[in-house]
T-cell receptor
Framework: GAGVSQTPSNKVTEKGKYVELRCDPI?????LYWYRQSLGQGPEFLIY????????DSGLPNDRFFAVRPEGSVSTLKIQRTERGDSAVYLC?????????????FGPGTRLLVL | GQNIDQPTEMTATEGAIVQINCTYQ??????LFWYQQHAGEAPTFLSY????GLEEKGRFSSFLSRSKGYSYLLLKELQMKDSASYLC????????????FGSGTQLTVLP
């Protein structure tokens, strides 16, 4: 398929553990976004990449959260010392150039459960 | 900052028409999106409005009034598969292209 893919689809971990969530954007899309969605809520912005650089990480809740995109394609969201409040669906989206008004295409998400 | 409001839930009958409203407040409007999200799935793009007026796309239409900070999504000839959450999202001038979403409207289509 040509859409955004995310792995794993589900992740269960224990409080205090480290997790990595992967996003593979649509080929050729330079802009990549991470959002977090809690039950019954809309997605909340976490971080935006333009190419390899994080253009805006203002949505990351604290320094336990970090994301990289070393080659301008695949991105990894890393969460250290997970807490129960981190449980949510983590959505990744990509868009062709990251221009205003551009449609963002979402992946199916990773459902993270912290026990 | 932005504040986006939409009803939490709506119910309609198969074959009917339903209008889902969205109001927003923003310091620099740069477009409004509607997404559809079925339970456990990714949000999928429905429509984009940046100018006032109605955009029609098959059974779905979206309207925008920038002066009123108001949009609606109109769904015609409802089908059971239209049961989903409908998300209103705003893009803001000067932001890093992020979208700010409302909490979504859960639409249930009854037979």
């Amino acid at each position: 398929g040509a859409g955004v893919s995310q792995t794993p689809s589900n992740k269960v971990t224990e409080k205090g553990k480290y997790v990595e969530l992967r996003c593979d954007p649509i080929s050729g899309h330079t802009a990549l976004y991470w959002y977090r969605q809690s039950l019954g809520q809309g997605p909340e912005f976490l971080i935006y990449f333009q190419g390899t650089g994080a253009a805006d990480d203002s949505g990351l809740p604290n320094d336990r959260f970090f994301a990289v995109r070393p080659e301008g394609s695949v991105s990894t969201l890393k969460i250290q010392r997970t807490e129960r409040g981190d449980s949510a669906v983590y959505l990744c989206a990509s868009s062709p150039r990251g221009q205003g008004g551009e449609t963002q295409y979402f992946g199916p998400g990773t459902r993270l459960l912290v026990l | 900052g932005q504040n986006i409001d939409q009803p939490t839930e709506m119910t309609a009958t198969e074959g009917a028409i339903v209008q889902i409203n969205c109001t927003y407040q923003t310091s620099g409007f740069n477009g409004l999106f509607w997404y559809q999200q079925h339970a456990g799935e990714a949000p999928t793009f429905l429509s984009y409005n940046v100018l006032d007026g109605l955009e029609e796309k098959g059974r779905f239409s979206s309207f925008l009034s920038r002066s009123k900070g108001y949009s609606y999504l109109l769904l015609k000839e409802l089908q059971m598969k239209d049961s989903a959450s409908y998300l209103c999202a705003v893009s803001e001038v000067g932001s890093a292209r992020q979208l700010t979403f409302g909490s979504g409207t859960q639409l249930t289509v009854l037979p």
